[in-house]
């Protein structure tokens, strides 16, 4: 069960109106790490987490819950920059080439599809997609997945930031900004108890005297002009996960024999081998 409160968590309201900026902004709902991104792969993870594993339930719903806010706090600041504005505008201004080389144009779906409001798309008009999120039922794989999201979409919320000069705008960005702050130390912290707890390497459950260990320790040269990636601390020492000692190999193994695939039957119509009587 969801409660709402009409009021927004923190003011979404811009200096004045800005079409391309709300253009920039839907980027921050419908991207692939916007705010629509986090709030349903929080909400599934936390309603994926099964019996013993309360208290990360109620941490990934307190910080899902939180974004689905973010979503409307965004959405408002998108249709006030863009409030009083129209294609017909829009397409006027743009007949001097100074200020179409700035402006490049309002996003028309937002006059067309939305009606001056937001749309649960990217910058660019792309829906936003399920598939963006990851809910795969082990919480420490999906916590690193959260420290990634978090990480992309603090990135891209600080380059709007320095992209506009509304100081409305960037109020509203300061606060996702420093949110996004929090909640990589969030994860982070989160991250490190459940290493501590289940080892490094995930899933802890897996028997490893199933894999092939004699490969899990070696950086392999793949490359024939450069070892640069043999300065890293990756490539010599103990193991993070301490199961090991990491090995740089200038050549790498090779135990399979050249590939070939056998002829496909005559009704799939591939392309037949040259030696084919016909």
Do not use: C
């Not at 409160?5 to 979404?12: G, I, M, V």
């Not at 490094?200 to 070696?218: G, Y």
């Not at 640069?228 to 200038?250: H, L, Q, R």
């Amino acid at each position: 069960m969801f409660l709402h409160d009409k009021h927004l968590q923190f003011e979404a309201k811009p200096i004045k109106s800005d079409p391309l900026m709300a253009k920039r902004v839907q980027e921050l709902i419908g991207g692939q790490y916007g705010e629509m991104s986090v709030a349903m792969q929080y909400l599934f993870q936390g309603w994926s987490v099964r019996k013993g594993n309360e208290k990360y339930k109620d941490l990934l719903l307190d910080i899902g819950t939180e974004e689905l806010g973010h979503i409307e706090m965004l959405a408002t600041m998108v249709s006030r920059l863009l409030e009083g504005t129209s294609l017909e505008e829009q397409e006027e201004a743009m007949k001097d080439p100074a200020t179409a080389a700035i402006m490049s144009g309002m996003n028309p779906q937002h006059a067309i599809v939305s009606g001056l409001n937001a749309r649960p798309a990217d910058s660019v008009g792309n829906p936003w997609m399920g598939s963006y999120i990851i809910s795969s039922g082990n919480i420490l794989a999906d916590f690193r997945a959260n420290l990634n999201a978090e990480s992309q979409g603090r990135t891209q919320a600080i380059r709007i930031y320095e992209m506009t000069d509304d100081p409305g705008l960037k109020d509203m960005l300061s606060v996702l900004i420093a949110r996004d702050s929090y909640h990589q130390n969030l994860w982070i912290q989160a991250i490190k108890e459940l290493e501590e707890k289940e080892g490094k390497i995930t899933p802890s459950t897996f028997d490893r005297s199933q894999e092939r260990e004699d490969l899990a320790f070696s950086l392999y040269n793949h490359s024939y002009t450069s070892e640069e990636s043999k300065e890293g601390n990756w490539s010599s020492g103990e193991t993070p996960a301490g199961d090991g000692i990491f090995k740089y190999e200038n050549t790498p193994p090779v135990e399979g024999n050249i590939a070939e695939i056998p002829n496909s039957p005559p009704s799939i119509h591939n392309t037949p081998p040259e030696n084919n009587k016909r």
